[in-house]
């Protein structure tokens, strides 16, 4: 176990640079989900700390020491990758063991630690097949068996469940979470899932275009997002983003109809903002709206049922507008209706900016 | 990498690439040098550079109509192993029963030897009335089975559901093969075209049997009548062996980026 | 008939002379216009296969010029037309060639052949290298020959050389009284002590490069540019040979080379005949183009062209006398290069000719080169011979 | 054709009304007939080019036979001839072993150069097109070409030794019993490496850059990483260059033919030459008919040995999953 | 438009039996949805539907003929496929236009169609790209687009959204639905995401092992799923399950302890029986259990902050048992809490045969 450091950490390929100056402590025995929309350089960052790809500036730092010129073998690390990895040519048993074999356990020794991990990931009937003949989620558990034989500082995810179905990948988020408990070792995990991000991560750090936007705890990120990005990425369905006027006194709609009349003190200038509510907090009005709540009026497009409740999609002002309710609902595609939100609910960013106006 | 890995990875695959090219050049240097052959020591640049054994060699045979008869079979060879081989690589992607059969037939038809084959062969041409003719020259090659399994490996590859959306598509199963598979598999078009190009123009002993009037006569059957009229003492032989080389090497470069794609499914998934 | 019949000429390595078989062509078709004439030439290591070929599928070239000794196996297999009636209607035909030399296509009594063009083995010296090494005349025996070899040789210089393809280097072995079969062909007859001795001679010769080791593997260019060199001091080989280094190297010529028979006067021919398949669909016709192509006016064209005996011998009586005042060494090579049938060796008009050279030559050949121990080489080539003889 | 007029609705009815008409053959047999259609012009080309003069062949070794000749029966004896009395067939047979050298070694060759030009360095596709380019010469060419190199006069080969002070008198490679299979196998390998280079350069690319990352961080050095990763990840590309290879061999023919027919001796005759000099220089169609079987029996051996090896099922590891 | 029938439809790969006499009639302009497991068959029926699998026993009808012998391409049916199957060396226009070339309309016919098709899905600006330039949705939608221009009898997709990020297949999934609602076309869509199924269809089937478990509304599946099977597919976080026993009056767990003091005259046999609850019917237990109320105490294993809501994940008796509960909540894992649960939303199944007890 460590604590992992960037500093300043920068990624170039040529002349292009993906990676521009981040810094990011993380520690001892932390599980952090790096997460952000494909190509924001998440991997990247996964694989400089890994040291499968070389440092264009700055560094990182490993248990306090820098790392940037030690070799990968070196850094006691493991990975999971995307599409697992697997040696095609060995056995589960022969995957696992590779590893060990290169860093002096014995026949024995490696036989133990083996079985060890087959046990904890449930993989002891399959120690003899090749990953040919595994699951999708076999193939998984292979992959994290071969990362904690090693027993290493660090373990860094890119991406383990994407390759998995729904319903896998919920489970399977389980066992990590279940196993980061028990072995509290210090766990970099890359996913653009933000589901993945909420439920596993001591800390998120939300990213975009090779920045960081936002770090910290789930609960922060998704109700305190600092940006636009970080409030449109996390959560699903996602924020409902509206475009919003605001005259000093009053939030207006594009077209021109009062969304709230008492924007609690944020923003005092006036000028163009992006107005949020989370789906969740949206309820059908009936009767007149309570103390501090505030309406709109929308055309409902689609219903989902989901079961355990109903996705409403509507669009005010020709913004789409989301709402979760509850599974028995009335409202028809078609027709109109009142949607209501509590104002502390609400979210209001600089439309420039993006940045969130506390 | 490092920079001294790099550097000895350049130097080591100079070295090679000298060797590789030095008997080329060799050849190259000796058909447009004018210095005799048997002077020692030799020169390792061209001496006196001319064309002359080219002029040479370009009239002491039939050049043109030999190249055209080269030509005109290669193409007819490339161009029916491509149906062939493309065909016949689609079949076997298919369940059938006999699949296994057919396949060690295949498999079991490449251990024979052409020059074993000679006579039965010949015989069997005649009986077609092919002998001395293109076609008669060009059947023996219209089909290489490591084409087939090149074509089959690579059509494997692509995914099946793209066949099955052109079966709805309302396409019949040849078209399938013409639309969908040929096109999607140009590496292995390329690499057939290469090799069965190479091997056809390439060979000596077929026609060597089956052609009789000189004006059937092919390239490789003009190098041996050189060989021969003037034995290996003359630049003219090398300026015909570079005569007789170039055109193989040109499609090889034409269409070698393909061809290098081309062999990977057939080497991986095959 | 309506499609025109055709006749095939097959020849052996001349893709170079068509324009005088053209000539041939248009003489044939004087006397049949209605006959197409096919000519087809093959290198020599592809005409057997293309004529076996052809045989296996009946349709073999009506007129073949076939090298050496090789159409003894095709007359005996039936392949061949016997042409002695031929001779017999036209005296003009057979009184042509020079006393004798139909004999080297006879057997059984019967005349498979006519000579187009002949040479011979004869030795060559190098006047400039025996003066050197103090040898003033020719050798006259098998062990004069290996001495003056012995006193030739030197730092890159080698004193004697042979070719050693078909049976050329046999009078080596002839000279020492060996045969290579008994009378009838039946066995091997080259086991002898005799024989024994000659091949650790020339062994231990070739070892101590008095005999240059080419003579036992380059086949033609090689030993002919080693001659050509001057390095070599006798050279057994024929006409050809000689001729060929000739046009490479300036210094070979009368005063520098001498030509003498090989000790003993014994020769190995190298000749090509004419023969007709005997699937032939017009056998007379096929016999007449030979007749052309044997005739004085086109063998004058080919003893010119490639200054070698065509065994017609009007021609090549005109051909010696006219090339004296040019080229006298050609001259006396010619005048030397006739075929005495009294000293002929190395010739069998055996169907198993090509058998038993391939058995011997094999086990032989290293034992010449020191790889293996003469006694053992010539037991076992006794052996393969004999068996190649015994099968059908 | 429809003409442009008419509607998609009328289009449905025809449509419907097509598939009221029942196809005459079931979909099976269409299936089936469609199949065997497409194999059927290859299999003939093989059929008529292959498999019916390997029957030729075995009948032939049972008999006597020459052009012109009628057939007999013979029972075994040209089996017997090779086996017992043909002292060269067996030299041969260790000719043709050797000679097939020219597989391991080129694929060593191959592996290492391919290794060397997979990397990222500049001008790697003019080494590999370098590298690549004496393949597509014709043999006999490449014959004559190394005749001449290895000339003991005028060589360049024997130049360059002596150039060198490696030598002191020229070498006779092609007339040498020590050399001679050496320099035609050199040649051989020269013609070929680069199309060994191609396939297993293919093969390298194939393999998932991921897993060398995961051996990386496991801790497997470089070469770790070859024995362990890339080798057997390269099994199937590696067999393919031994199949192509044992076909290869036969295109020999040309080589020896051109460059030393064989000789000195039989030093550098190899199967195939034997058997066609058999054939058709001593008209021993027969024996040769015999030999043609055991070679024919002997390469399918090996070609399944290699399956074998490779892990059978052709060496197929698919990578992709 | 058409109706579809499968009649005793049998499937087999050689000895193997995948899909077992399935029975199923499908209304002109019905919205089916087949959803089950990996492996259970629903491809299988899909392409002997669209014939491109050999039908092994039964009959399948088309529009009330029967279609086993017909080709494919005579069946007038469009099929979208997973990995949307686009022909990469032709452009998005002509990979729409292909299937009309083969059906003999003319040159200017096809641009019309195709340029209407294109309209509907926001690919005008997309025609002459090749599919390597699109994004995963963009394909999705030319996939769409090649089906539409055709103009079929029936649609068929196969897991058409698995292949893309969670936050698209949201979207594809509304536009998919837009889509039959504008079209009306029969339309059989096979998924192994419940949330698919239950928000697409008119009518779902699950299947399982080859047989169809239920065929119903979703709201029938969700809300009274017929066997253990369709309980535990549809929902997710899935139905809690819990082995009980039933003695005639109460319905006890394994430890022995209490579940249900009255079960609702549901299964009178007593016996060995599957109790079901779902996880949104669940909340924390505070004070004493209301009328018609059960609480079981169970200890927390995990807990998932999803932002709107949060998921326990605790254990009772030694098998799982979760409930989504509002964000904010106190529990603790490795604490114990009680949990409850209205009677009349809890489900039970026959332990042996697995089916539902009404
Ligand atoms: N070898 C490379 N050469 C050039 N650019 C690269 C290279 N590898 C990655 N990039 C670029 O760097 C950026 C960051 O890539 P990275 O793989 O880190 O993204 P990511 O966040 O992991 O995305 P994803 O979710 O798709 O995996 C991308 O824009 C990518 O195009
Ligand atoms: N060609 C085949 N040969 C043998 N068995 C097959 C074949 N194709 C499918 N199967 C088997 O038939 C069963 C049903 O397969 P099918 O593809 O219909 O499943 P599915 O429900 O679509 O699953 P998924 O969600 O994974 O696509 C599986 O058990 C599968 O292994
Ligand atoms: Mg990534
Ligand atoms: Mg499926």
């Given at each position: 176990m460590a604590t992992v450091e960037f500093s300043s950490l920068v990624k170039k390929y040529g002349p292009l640079?993906?990676?521009?100056?981040i810094d990011l402590a993380i520690r001892d025995g932390e599980f952090v989900v790096l997460v952000?929309?494909?190509?924001?350089g998440k991997s990247t960052c996964l694989r400089m700390l890994a040291g499968l790809e070389e440092i264009s500036g700055g560094k990182i730092l490993i248990d306090g020491q820098i790392?940037?010129?030690?070799e990968p073998r070196d850094r006691n690390i493991a990975m999971v990758f995307q599409d697992y990895?697997?040696?095609?040519?060995?056995?589960v048993y022969e995957n696992m063991a590779f590893s060990l074999q290169y860093r002096g356990f014995n026949k024995k020794e490696i036989k133990t630690r083996v079985a060890a991990a087959a046990t904890t990931l449930g993989l002891t009937d399959l120690l003899?097949?090749?990953?040919?003949?595994?699951s999708g989620g076999q193939r998984q558990r292979v992959a994290m068996g071969r990362a904690i034989v090693?027993?290493?500082?660090v373990f860094l995810f890119d991406?383990?469940?994407?390759?998995?179905?729904a319903k896998l990948r919920g489970s399977m988020r389980i066992e990590i979470k279940k196993l980061h408990r028990r072995l509290g070792v210090t766990t970099v995990y890359v996913t653009h899932d933000q589901v993945e991000a909420m439920t596993l991560a001591d800390r998120v750090v939300v990213m975009n275009n090779g920045r960081i936007e936002q770090v910290g705890t789930p609960e922060q990120v998704y109700h305190?997002?600092?940006t636009l990005f970080v409030a449109s990425f996390i959560g699903s369905p996602t924020m409902n983003l509206v475009p919003a006027e605001h005259d000093g006194t009053l939030l207006r709609l594009n077209d021109g109809s009062?969304?709230?009349?008492?924007?609690?003190?944020?923003?005092a200038q006036p000028g163009a903002k992006m107005f949020g509510v989370r789906p969740e907090d949206v309820t059908v009005a009936e009767g007149p709206p309570p103390e501090g709540h505030s309406e709109v009026e929308v055309v409902v497009d689609v219903i989902e049922a989901l079961g355990a409740d109903t996705l409403v999609f509507a669009t005010v002002a020709g913004s789409p507008f989301a709402a979760r309710v509850?599974?028995?609902?009335r409202l028809q595609p078609g027709a109109s209706a009142r949607l209501r939100f509590p104002n502390d609910k609400t979210h209001l960013f600089d439309?420039?900016?993006g940045k969130a106006l506390a | 990498m490092s920079r001294r890995t790099r550097i000895l990875s350049h130097i080591t695959l100079i070295l090679v690439s000298v060797i590789m090219l030095t008997p080329i050049y060799w050849v190259v240097k000796t058909s447009i040098s004018?210095?005799?052959?048997?002077?020692?020591?030799?020169?390792?640049v061209p001496h006196d550079p001319n064309l002359f054994y080219y002029v040479q060699a370009w009239y002491t045979v039939d050049f043109v109509r030999l190249f055209t008869n080269s030509l005109a079979i290669a193409v007819l060879v490339v161009v029916v192993n491509l149906v062939l081989n493309a065909m016949a690589g689609y079949a076997l992607t298919k369940h059938f029963p006999g699949k296994g059969m057919v396949l060690g037939f295949l498999l079991a038809s490449m251990?024979?030897?052409f020059h074993a084959t000679i006579i039965p062969a010949y015989l069997l041409t005649a009986k077609l009335g092919l002998l001395n003719s293109k076609l008669g020259i060009a059947l023996p090659f219209f089909s290489h089975i490591v084409c087939i399994f090149l074509f089959k490996s690579n059509f494997e590859a692509i995914p099946s559901s793209l066949v099955q959306a052109a079966r709805l598509d309302g396409l019949s199963e040849l078209r399938i093969l013409t639309r969908i598979m040929l096109p999607l598999s140009r590496p292995a078009v390329a690499t057939n075209i290469i090799l069965s190009f190479i091997w056809s123009w390439n060979d000596f002993l077929w026609p060597l049997i089956v052609?009789?009037?000189?004006?059937?006569?092919t390239m490789p059957l003009g190098l041996v009548s050189f060989l021969a009229s003037?034995?290996?003492?003359?630049g003219a032989l090398y300026a015909f062996c570079v005569l007789v080389v170039l055109p193989s090497m040109l499609v090889f470069l034409l269409a070698q980026k393909d061809f290098i794609r081309g062999l990977t499914t057939g080497a991986t998934k095959g | 008939a309506s499609a025109k019949d055709k006749i095939t000429l097959l020849t052996w390595?001349?893709?170079?002379y068509g324009d005088k078989i053209k000539g041939w062509i248009e003489d044939f078709h004087k006397k049949h216009p209605d006959i197409d004439v096919e000519w087809i030439d093959k290198k020599g290591t592809d005409w057997a296969t293309f004529y076996q070929t052809q045989l296996a599928a009946g349709?073999?070239?009506?007129?073949i010029d076939v090298?050496?000794?090789?159409w003894a196996q095709y007359a005996a297999d039936g392949d061949?037309?016997?042409?002695t009636p031929y001779l017999k209607k036209d005296p003009d035909f057979a009184n042509?060639?020079?006393?004798?030399?139909l004999d080297l296509w006879q057997s059984d009594g019967k005349t498979w052949m006519v000579p187009w063009y002949f040479t011979r083995t004869l030795l060559y010296l190098n006047k400039r290298m025996m003066r050197a090494a103090g040898i003033a005349k020719a050798p006259t025996t098998f062990d004069e020959l290996m001495a003056d070899a012995k006193k030739m040789s030197g730092e890159g210089k080698s004193g004697f050389l042979t070719t050693n393809f078909d049976?050329?280097?046999?009078p080596l072995f002839k000279m020492n009284?060996?045969?290579?079969?008994d009378k009838d062909m039946s066995?091997?007859?080259?086991?002898t002590p005799a024989a024994q001795k000659t091949l650790t001679a020339l062994a231990d010769a070739t070892k101590s490069g008095a005999i240059n080791n080419i003579s036992w593997?380059?086949?033609?260019?090689e030993p002919n540019t080693a001659f050509a060199s001057g390095n070599v001091g006798m050279y057994m080989s024929l006409s050809s040979a000689l001729f060929w280094a000739a046009s490479k190297a300036g210094w070979i010529d009368d005063k520098n080379v001498e030509v003498v028979n090989a000790p003993g006067g014994w020769w190995v021919p190298s000749q090509h005949g004419w023969g007709v398949s005997?699937?032939?669909?017009?056998p007379d016709a096929a016999v007449d183009l030979i007749k052309i192509a044997t005739s004085d006016k086109w063998q004058t064209t080919m003893a010119s062209t490639?200054?070698?005996?065509?065994?017609n011998k009007d021609v090549d009586k005109k051909l010696i006398a006219n090339i004296k005042s040019e080229d006298p060494l050609k001259s006396k090579v010619l005048d030397l290069?006739?075929?005495?049938?009294?000293?002929?060796?190395?010739?069998l008009k055996s169907a198993k000719e090509g058998r038993v050279k391939e058995a011997f030559w094999g086990a032989i050949q290293p034992a010449l080169l020191g790889q293996t121990d003469p006694k053992a080489a010539l037991d076992s080539a006794e052996a393969l011979v004999n068996r190649a003889l015994s099968r059908p | 054709m429809d003409t442009p007029s008419r509607h998609a609705d009328d289009r449905k009815t025809a449509v419907v009304a097509q598939r009221m008409?029942?196809?005459?053959?079931?979909r099976k047999t269409r299936h089936l007939a469609f199949v065997w259609m497409l194999l059927l012009p290859a299999l003939l080309v093989y059929f008529a080019y292959r498999a019916v003069p390997l029957a030729w062949n075995v009948v032939l070794s049972f008999s006597f036979w020459a052009p012109g000749k009628p057939i007999r029966f013979a029972g075994l004896y040209q089996y017997q001839e090779l086996a017992f009395y043909d002292g060269i067939f067996w030299e041969v047979l260790k000719n043709t072993a050797i000679f097939m050298l020219v597989i391991p070694i080129s694929i060593m060759l191959a592996l290492a150069l391919a290794l060397l030009v997979d990397q990222?360095?500049?001008?790697r596709n003019i080494y590999r097109t370098i590298i690549f380019l004496?393949?597509?010469?014709?043999v006999v060419a490449v014959g004559i070409v190394w005749r001449w190199l290895y000339n003991?006069?005028?060589?360049l080969i024997n130049y360059a030794l002596r150039s060198m002070g490696l030598i002191s008198r020229p070498i006779a490679f092609l007339e040498s019993y020590d050399f001679a299979l050496a320099a035609v196998i050199a040649a051989a390998v020269w013609q070929i490496l680069g199309f060994f280079m191609i396939i297993i350069l293919t093969g390298l690319q194939n393999i998932p850059p991921h897993l060398y990352e995961a051996a990386r961080i496991d801790g497997a050095r470089a070469h770790h990483r070859f024995w362990r990763i890339t080798l057997p990840l390269l099994r199937p590309s590696l067999f393919l260059c031994v199949i192509l290879g044992v076909i290869a061999s036969f295109t020999s023919f040309d080589l020896i033919y051109t460059m030393t027919n064989g000789g000195p001796g039989h030093a550098t005759d190899l199967l195939i030459t034997y058997i066609y000099k058999a054939a058709?220089?001593?008209?021993r169609f027969d024996y040769a008919a015999a030999m043609t079987v055991v070679m024919f029996v002997l390469f399918l051996a090996l070609a399944l040995l290699t399956n074998r090896l490779a892990g059978g099922d052709a060496g197929k590891v698919d990578i992709s999953d």
């Open positions: 640079e993906v990676v521009h100056s952000g929309p494909s190509g924001c790392v940037n010129e030690i990895a697997l040696y095609p040519h060995m056995s003899d097949r090749r990953p040919k003949q595994l090693r027993d290493p500082q991406e383990p469940l994407s390759n998995l179905d305190h997002p600092e009062v969304l709230i009349r008492q924007p609690e003190n944020k923003a509850p599974p028995a609902t439309a420039d900016t | 004018g210095e005799n052959l048997f002077t020692y020591p030799p020169s390792i251990m024979i030897p052609v009789r009037s000189p004006d059937q006569e003037f034995e290996d003492t003359t | 390595n001349l893709p170079v349709t073999p070239p009506d007129v090298q050496g000794a090789l061949m037309l016997d042409l042509r060639f020079t006393p004798g030399a049976w050329l280097y046999w009284g060996v045969d290579i079969l066995k091997a007859a080259f086991n593997t380059g086949r033609w260019v005997k699937a032939s669909k017009h490639f200054s070698i005996l065509t065994l290069d006739q075929p005495d049938m009294s000293t002929i060796t190395g010739y | 008409k029942k196809p005459f053959l079931s990222k360095i500049t001008g004496p393949y597509p010469m014709m003991d006069n005028v060589g058709f220089t001593l008209s």
